[in-house]
Nanobody, 124 residues
Framework: QVQLVESGGGLVQAGGSLRLSCAAS????????MGWFRQAPGKEREFVTA????????YYADSVKGRFAISRDNAKNTVYLQMNSLKPEDTAVYFC?????????????????WGQGTQVTVSS
């Protein structure tokens, strides 16, 4: 079992920045891939970004490339999402997820564990 706890969400104006954190505990061998997904009201959950255990490979949705950056600190079992130049369309609940697999990191289906989510609201 892996427990994931997100933090850092909030309300920010368009153009602003937020940094989300996701702390993992438990069977951290199941965190070979750490990812962030988001779900806006009335929409399906969508992939945002992911990172491998070594940090050597990162993946981004086209909608956030150049604005968001994922990183991880394995000593702290924590993954971060730095979000810059935020837009109103970034408003969503952001979920942290982990997977023991290193395949299809953009697919929600490979992630075994999920956090409860943290709300990010970007005002125009």
């Amino acid at each position: 079992q892996v427990q994931l706890v997100e933090s850092g969400g909030g309300l920010v104006q368009a153009g602003g920045s937020l940094r989300l954190s996701c702390a993992a505990s438990g069977r951290t061998v199941s965190t070979n891939i750490m990812g962030w997904f988001r779900q806006a009201p009335g929409k399906e959950r969508e992939f945002v970004t992911a990172i491998t255990r070594s940090g050597g490979n990162t993946y981004y949705a086209d909608s956030v490339k150049g604005r968001f950056a994922i990183s991880r600190d394995n000593a702290k079992n924590t993954v971060y999402l730095q979000m810059n130049s935020l837009k109103p369309e970034d408003t969503a609940v952001y979920f942290c997820a982990s997977s023991p697999l290193i395949v299809n990191p953009t697919s929600a289906a490979v992630y075994h564990y999920w956090g409860q989510g943290t709300q990010v609201t970007v005002s125009s």
